[in-house]
Structures are given as C-alpha cells and as structure tokens.
C-alpha cells in the first residue's frame, strides 16, 4: 500500500474546538452516554444536521423498533462484518454479549460463517441481513418468512436497521476509525 491509503484520517474532537451548535449537538449525543461520544459522531459532528440527524436515527433503530435487542444486536453484526467495519463489530460484540447473544455466535459472524443458532428468530434475522449483504437481494421466501414471523412493520424497521449500521460502517471505514480498545 501507498503512504495515501495508510494516512490516518480520524481523530476524536475536543469539545473546545467546536462551534456553539456542534457544542450543542455533541453534548446532546454524549449525555445520554455519561458524556461518551461514539467515533462515528466525532466524524458527523463536523455537519452538525447529519449529525442531529443520524442521531435521531440511531435512536430509533437501536431502541424503538419491533426488534428485541439480540436481534438487532445481531443484525447489527453482520451489518459491521459485511463492511469489515472492526469498530462498529467491537462495540456491538460487548452490546450483543449484554443482550444474550452466545459468544459462538458472535464469534461465528466475526469469521463470516452462519452460526448453528438456537433461536429461529436469530437465524431469520441473520439469514434476512446476510442474504441482501451477499446477493443485494432478500429472496421472496425468506421475505415472507420474515413478514410472517415479524410483521411488515418489523421488517422495514429491520430493513431502516442495516442501512442506519451500513452507514455508519462506511463512515468508520472511510475515515479508518481503529478498534475499540
């Protein structure tokens, strides 16, 4: 690889180096957090409406949709291994462990593999994520067996689930955003 592809591009931002409405916004991001502020939103702060934006996104998809938290823990691990984000995988392998996602699980999604689940609704969720991931497509089967299980409501919020975590792996990757420690 060339000097240009190895060139840091992320850094955490000092609060004091922002202007009153990213002061706003990142204050408003962190206090939920005990003031932690994700690598992702040092990046978006920067565009103070996306990240106000993202923000309120984010809360929907992680808290608010018809997904139980190990599922959408789950999802949210195929989303970061599929874009190979280390990043968004580190942060919600610890969010998936606290949900109850077994660590083979988690471990088998880390290597690209499709884990022997032990909860068909995992294995619906994952199969939905990893077959769009793979063939930018959810066949009509497993769509409809998603819907039937779910709900179409649940469904789209799963669909609103991988493009919010798919977006912010693109950020974290573009802007090489290291492993949590």
């Not at 922002?18 to 991001?29: C, G, S, T, V």
């Not at 939905?128 to 769509?143: I, K, Q, S, W």
Request: aromatic share 10%; proline share 8%; hydrophobic share 45%.
């Amino acid at each position: 690889m060339d000097a240009m592809t190895e060139k840091p591009r992320y850094r955490e931002l000092d609060r004091a180096e922002l202007d009153a409405e990213q002061r706003r916004i990142f204050d408003d991001i962190g206090r939920p957090r005990a003031g932690q502020v994700p690598a992702p939103f040092h990046i978006y702060v920067e565009s103070p409406e996306l990240a106000e934006t993202a923000q309120a996104v984010g809360a929907f998809c992680r808290y608010r949709t018809g997904l139980p938290p190990r599922l959408s823990e789950t999802v949210i691990l195929v989303t970061a291994a599929h874009w190979n984000a280390p990043y968004e995988f580190g942060v919600h392998a610890g969010e998936a462990r606290r949900a109850g996602v077994p660590e083979a699980e988690i471990e088998a999604i880390a290597a690209g593999r499709r884990p022997d689940f032990s909860d068909p609704d995992a294995a619906l969720v994952h199969d939905f994520a990893a077959a769009f991931y793979r063939e930018r497509e959810v066949p009509d089967a497993l769509f409809d067996a998603a819907c039937a299980r779910f709900g179409r409501r649940t469904v789209i919020e799963l669909t609103g689930l991988m493009g919010y975590y798919s977006m912010l792996a693109i950020a974290l990757r573009i802007f090489r955003v290291p492993p949590p420690a």
